[in-house]
């Protein structure tokens, strides 16, 4: 009898466990052979931890804290995958809604969970009021982004320890907290280190396991998603059939060509033919440092639509913000102090470096060899990131981590890769991509499709004089941007003037002798 009892309370306490897990989104995989069993089902066993075994070893798998369980290639596994990895692969509901998300964030039940202590949020705490003055529990909660539940037994905890006090009664069964004398001189010496008193951060762990769930390696763009991305540019097939493999290889890419033929332009699309979103934390905890992740000026927020109900029932770990798969570009003021953590003397606030904040997205070096830093410096930083697929950051405290470095690296440039760089930084970047004048046919594609969004017509004799005049008895080579340019000029002409809109020859050859310099005439 004693062995029946105790069966039942072990079955009453899985089932509560169970109970307890986080809510499963679903997925879709491919595979070569045959669909990829869920790991709990296939009997894979599972690490009490969520930090990776190491890198360039056996594919570690993260626990199903977010959901589904999240096995994580290494290096190794990404740069050849085998036939049957699994590839999550982005889709449209049955109803034609949004896309469902490899990864998912769900709202914390206890600071456990979170993986956060009551110490780190009491910090939090203490510094918004401090900075506030006064505020009910309800937007103490939504400034450090943890559930009122939590955050009102904390509140009580912290009343009794006499470091808040009320100040009055608030709706909904809430009151208005202040600092007592006592929490304002702590408050004072926790500001006095870091004056952060934001989202509270999010575990490394965490990030990594997200980083992996969602990484480009593990979605293949087809032809027409490729198309689709660069459907509002003139690009040749060719050229869409050499970019569909470099950008399906999630490896670095060189883009180079005559300026002016919209390598950047052609950089800052590629993140169209992948999923549209991602999750991404707003900052990231690692032992007493806080590390700032969300960027508005580089990340484009893509927030949850409104609950149609009074409740919202989906539960939303909200320290991560749902934002556009980044695309980030950095040009001549790059400098080695962006790719490092950076830390705010004066506010003791540390800022991810740039590579960090482009994870599962696209990096865009522009103009490369025009770095104020020397270019050498430049490919010895990063040469081990590209090979290996992780990075190493220093932090205030003299810690070093290991993030991932998940994303596609584009080098754009003027000039030839193999006059620019040395052979061992070549072979790290699989994929040189020439970006070549346009045809004819192509310039005329382009000023047709220009002229009538600028709101000209007949542009057909327009484009055949501009190549009769301009360009074929002098042999001006053709260029991307000059449909463009040569038509604001037109436009721009008229616009001062207060004359129609036309295409007239001598309005043509005005814009001419503007743009070109007299070297190029």
């Known amino acids: 009898m004693g062995r029946s ?79 049957t990895s699994e590839r999550l692969v982005p889709r449209s509901d049955a109803d034609g809604g949004e896309e469902i998300e490899p990864f ?68 909904m069964n809430d009151y208005v907290f202040q600092l007592t004398e006592i929490g304002r001189e702590r408050a004072r010496r926790l ?4 004056t952060y008193f934001g989202s509270a951060p999010v575990a490394l762990s965490d990030y990594i396991a997200s980083v992996a769930a969602q990484s480009l390696t593990r979605q293949v763009p087809t032809p027409e998603a490729l198309q689709a991305a660069f ?66 000026v580089n990340h484009e927020e893509v927030p949850l639509e409104e609950p149609r109900g009074l409740l919202d029932a989906r539960a939303v770990d909200r320290r991560w913000v749902r934002i556009r798969r980044p695309t980030i570009v950095v040009g001549g003021e790059l400098t080695m102090a962006n790719l490092e953590v950076t830390i705010n003397s004066s506010t003791g606030i540390c800022e991810a470096p740039v590579q960090l904040k482009a994870n599962c997205g696209v990096l865009v070096i522009d103009d490369f060899g025009r770095q104020r830093i020397p270019m050498e410096q430049l490919l010895n930083r990063w040469i081990v990131p590209l ?3 992780h990075d ?37 970047i699989p994929y040189k991509i020439e970006i070549p004048d346009p045809t004819e046919e192509e310039f005329r ?13 007949e542009p057909d004799q327009a484009v055949e004089y501009l190549l009769n005049r301009h360009y074929r008895p002098i042999g001006r080579p053709l260029r991307f941007c000059h449909p463009r340019d040569l038509l604001f000029q037109v436009r721009n002409y008229c616009l001062y003037h207060q004359l129609p809109l036309e295409l007239r020859p001598e309005y043509l050859d005005i814009a001419v002798e503007i743009y070109f310099s007299a070297s190029s005439q």
């Not at 009122?148 to 608030?170: C, P, T, Y």
């Not at 500001?191 to 870091?194: E, I, L, R």
Request: proline content about 9%.
């Open 231 to 296: 459907a509002d540019l003139v690009v040749s097939k060719k050229l869409l059939d050499r970019l569909g493999p470099a950008i399906c290889s999630g490896r670095g890419l060189f883009l180079y060509g005559a300026p002016g033929n919209g390598k950047t332009t052609i950089a800052e699309r590629i993140c169209r033919a992948f999923s549209k979103t991602i999750w991404i934390p707003r900052a990231i905890g690692v032992d007493g440092e806080i590390i700032r992740v969300f960027d508005p």
């Open 191 to 194: 500001a006095a280190h870091c």
């Open 387 to 389: 090979e290996k697929r």
């Open 104 to 171: 998912y964030p769900p709202e914390p039940r206890s600071f456990e969970e979170a993986k956060l202590s009551e110490t780190e949020v009491e910090a939090l705490i203490l510094k918004f009021l401090l900075a506030r003055g006064e505020a009910t529990g309800r937007q103490i909660a939504d400034q450090v982004k943890l559930p009122f539940v939590l955050i009102e037994r904390l509140l009580r905890a912290m009343k009794n320890d006499q470091l808040l006090a009320h100040r009055g009664s608030a709706p």
């Open 5 to 83: 009892g105790s069966t039942s309370v072990e079955e009453k306490l899985l089932a509560r466990l169970l109970a307890l897990g986080g809510p499963e989104r679903p997925r879709e995989t491919v595979s070569a052979d045959q669909p990829v069993e869920d790991a709990s089902s296939s009997g894979q066993k599972v690490s009490p931890s969520m930090e990776p075994s190491g890198v360039g070893g056996p594919a570690t798998v993260f626990p199903g804290k977010f959901g589904p369980e999240i096995s994580c290639p290494s290096p190794t596994n990404r740069e050849l995958p085998d036939s």
């Open 445 to 457: 594609q382009l000023f047709r499709r220009v002229a009538h969004s600028m709101g000209f017509s």
């Open 392 to 428: 190493f950051l220093n932090l205030p405290n003299g810690k070093k981590i290991t993030v991932p470095f998940d994303q596609l690296v584009i080098f754009s440039t003027n000039l030839d890769p193999a006059g620019l760089v040395d052979e061992a930084f070549l072979r790290r």
